[in-house]
T-cell receptor
Framework: GNSVTQMEGPVTLSEEAFLTINCTYT??????LFWYVQYPGEGLQLLLK?????DKGSNKGFEATYRKETTSFHLEKGSVQVSDSAVYFC????????????FGTGTKLQVIP | NAGVTQTPKFQVLKTGQSMTLQCAQDMNHEYMSWYRQDPGMGLRLIHYSVGAGITDQGEVPNGYNVSRSTTEDFPLRLLSAAPSQTSVYFC?????????????????FGEGSRLTVL
């Protein structure tokens, strides 16, 4: 079946540090890949996505590249801000008929001034 | 600009009680789903619906019922609550622009309902 594995958190960084959150996946076919973000007390919202191999998704300074050869979709940001403190979820949607988005366990990021 | 609305936001139940979590969306999305969020386990799919009158099970459907009589509403029913159902529940919807009514994977979430079963 489909699965998503994320690095364990929490991740604590100082403001302006470089961020990487690792994500690998298992799926048949050619899934679409996503990063969602959950700010405290809120629901999840889509941060970025990539629908095919070598695509790069980007938004709000965050980037992730769909690497089929390593089945990875790592999230990066060059300079984090306190306002980036949140929980980040990697997710996939299989290209087959099943209409189910599978999420990883989430990685909590705390950015300190 | 309501989007996905969940009620109630907080609820405390006793073991064996029943209740319904409400979810409504005003974006005319065909696809709706319910997830539960537990520490260390991320989000797990309970049930989903690809349109009015059509529902299907997710990963963890036991103890929950759903129905979809309208495009807008997708209530989640707990018939006999158990402490293991203590969790935060999220409703999410999506439009289905692809062939065969398939979704793109971009889900729109409600703010969540925190349920405690004593």
């Amino acid at each position: 079946g489909n699965s998503v594995t994320q690095m364990e958190g929490p991740v604590t960084l100082s403001e302006e540090a470089f961020l990487t959150i690792n994500c690998t996946y298992t799926a048949t076919g050619y899934p679409s890949l996503f990063w969602y973000v959950q700010y405290p007390g809120e629901g999840l919202q889509l941060l970025l996505k990539a629908t095919k191999a070598d695509d790069k998704g980007s938004n709000k300074g965050f980037e992730a590249t769909y690497r089929k050869e390593t089945t990875s979709f790592h999230l990066e940001k060059g300079s984090v801000q306190v306002s980036d403190s949140a929980v980040y979820f990697c997710a996939l949607l299989n290209s087959g008929g099943y209409q189910k988005v599978t999420f990883g366990t989430g990685t909590k990021l705390q950015v300190i001034p | 600009n309501a989007g996905v609305t969940q009620t109630p936001k907080f609820q405390v139940l006793k073991t064996g009680q029943s209740m319904t979590l409400q979810c409504a969306q005003d974006m005319n999305h065909e696809y709706m789903s319910w997830y539960r969020q537990d520490p260390g386990m991320g989000l797990r799919l309970i049930h989903y619906s690809v349109g009015a009158g059509i529902t299907d099970q997710g990963e963890v459907p036991n103890g929950y019922n759903v129905s979809r009589s309208t495009t807008e509403d997708f209530p989640l029913r707990l018939l006999s609550a158990a402490p293991s159902q203590t969790s935060v529940y999220f409703c999410a919807s999506s439009y289905s622009p692809l062939a065969g009514g398939r979704i793109t994977g971009e889900l729109f979430f409600g703010e969540g309902s925190r349920l405690t079963v004593l």
